[in-house]
């Protein structure tokens, strides 16, 4: 991890931030790190105790629990501008999962105190942060229905329709099938059995490590939770 110098525009730039008079933007700014993180380091784990919060500034980083013995379950996926470390902030227990750095990561790490503090003046920014909780309680609704309610082909399709994005005219999934596996609480096997099922029903076409989702209505409907 590498402490790099706080640059006061890219606060601006932040959705968060953007709810902060530049008074307390000003009262913030020495509690504010920009931090730099190489692929694959883990920027919290697990259990810690820690009283800050983290924004991303870029790159992408999974939140992960694992077992203490090697297999691990992927909750979610985060990027640019999104927040991570609230819980523990909010309920003062320790960290609930892991974050590690899918790509290089940039973030701005704030300390509690002063953040909090500012929270306390400012409830629009307080009900970003709750809209934010909420929909990840969603979010994790319907990861644990369509884990109690589909096989594997139900929750790699949901999986597929969840991060796929659009470039161009195409549907791309750039997750690769192990990531996949541990996103739907399968084996690498299982998944590589449900996609090449996929490609061979014309619902997908593999390129390289990339997917491309030729068919999102068949697919959004054997993903959908009956
Ligand atoms: P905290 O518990 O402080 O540290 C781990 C962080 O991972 C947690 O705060 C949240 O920011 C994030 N996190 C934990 N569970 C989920 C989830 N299901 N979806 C999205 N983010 C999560």
Not at 27 to 52: K, N, T, V, W
């Amino acid at each position: 991890m590498t402490n790099l110098a706080v640059n006061p525009s890219i606060l601006k730039t932040v959705p968060l931030f953007a709810l902060f008079s530049d008074h307390q933007l000003a009262a913030l700014f020495p509690a504010i790190q920009h931090r730099s993180y190489p692929r694959h380091s883990f920027m919290l784990r697990a259990g810690e105790r820690s009283d800050a919060l983290y924004i991303i500034l870029s790159g992408r980083a999974k939140i992960v629990i694992d077992d203490g013995e090697g297999r691990e379950v992927t909750l979610t996926t985060i990027g640019a501008s999104e927040f991570f470390g609230e819980m523990s902030l909010i309920d003062e227990k320790p960290r609930s999962a892991s974050v590690e750095a899918l790509e290089p990561c940039e973030v701005l790490y704030i300390s509690k105190p002063a953040f909090m503090a500012c929270l306390k003046d400012n409830f629009d920014a307080a009900m970003l942060i709750l809209k934010s909780v909420v929909s990840r309680l969603r979010e994790a609704d319907r990861k644990i229905a369509s884990l109690a309610l589909m096989d594997v082909h139900g929750r790699v399709a949901r999986l597929i329709m969840d991060v796929a994005h659009e470039s161009g005219d195409q549907w791309i999934v750039d997750t690769g099938s192990e990531e996949m596996a541990r996103m739907v609480g399968a084996s690498r096997e299982m998944v590589s059995r449900v996609l090449k099922d996929m490609r061979d029903s014309g619902l997908i076409r593999r390129d390289k490590r990339k997917i491309i989702v030729l068919d999102r209505a068949s697919m959004d409907q054997r993903g959908a939770v009956r």
